[in-house]
T-cell receptor, first 112, second 117 residues
Framework: DAGVTQSPTHLIKTRGQQVTLRCSPKSGHDTVSWYQQALGQGPQFIFQYYEEEERQRGNFPDRFSGHQFPNYSSELNVNALLLGDSALYLC???????????FGSGTRLTVV | AQKVTQAQTEISVVEKEDVTLDCVYETRDTTYYLFWYKQPPSGELVFLIRRNSFDEQNEISGRYSWNFQKSTSSFNFTITASQVVDSAVYFCALSERYGGSQGNLIFGKGTKLSVKP
């Protein structure tokens, strides 16, 4: 049974560019959350998607947007990249209404 | 407001020593979950334990044990007879209800554990 799959593993982008990160949830999970983890910090919640809609959002600017597809997979888009967006981006899936989170291995984004 | 505090930034022990990682949380909710995750250098968050707010029983799993005390809002994690493979960053996290569903995880800043041979 595959867990959460994230792609790509690593990414290098230039300031001002746009990036799309992808996440496939664990089988049986319909809710996807995204977290940003800066170096030396704990993960910070970006947003959560359920039934193809953003259900909850953390304190992140509108440059961060997402999407969830009918098969429950999800994308995180970041526009107008800043150096401070360099971080490990983690995707977590869970069944709705259940505190049962499975994390992917993350995408390490470097903005230069 | 929700908050998780892990006061120990880094801990270094010698193999076979016991070590306790502290976690203090703040929440206004009466229904919540607490978690511990392990993050090895590869980056993936590995789930260790989940405890709901109504279950204050301590738990032991092999060399790992957890002490949940609502009276002090603490959820501490002890590794007995530590091993080099225990070296990682450990995160404590809190999740409250959000509407009729489960809200996001609030993480502490983590404790980096180094176990030396």
């Amino acid at each position: 049974d595959a867990g959460v799959t994230q792609s790509p593993t690593h990414l290098i982008k230039t300031r001002g560019q746009q990036v799309t990160l992808r996440c496939s949830p664990k089988s049986g999970h319909d809710t996807v959350s995204w977290y940003q983890q800066a170096l030396g910090q704990g993960p910070q919640f970006i947003f959560q998607y359920y039934e193809e809609e953003e259900r909850q959002r953390g304190n992140f600017p509108d440059r961060f947007s997402g999407h969830q597809f009918p098969n429950y997979s999800s994308e995180l888009n970041v526009n107008a990249l800043l150096l401070g967006d360099s971080a490990l981006y983690l995707c977590a899936s869970s069944p709705d209404r259940a505190a049962d989170y499975t994390f992917g291995s993350g995408t390490r984004l470097t903005v230069v | 407001a929700q908050k998780v505090t892990q006061a120990q930034t880094e801990i270094s022990v010698v193999e076979k020593e016991d070590v306790t990682l502290d976690c203090v949380y703040e929440t206004r909710d009466t229904t919540y979950y607490l978690f511990w995750y392990k993050q090895p250098p590869s980056g993936e968050l590995v789930f260790l334990i989940r405890r709901n707010s109504f279950d204050e029983q301590n738990e032991i799993s092999g060399r790992y044990s957890w002490n949940f005390q609502k009276s002090t809002s603490s959820f501490n994690f002890t590794i007995t007879a530590s091993q080099v493979v225990d070296s990682a960053v450990y995160f404590c996290a809190l999740s409250e209800r959000y509407g009729g569903s489960q809200g996001n995880l609030i993480f502490g800043k983590g404790t980096k554990l180094s176990v030396k041979p």
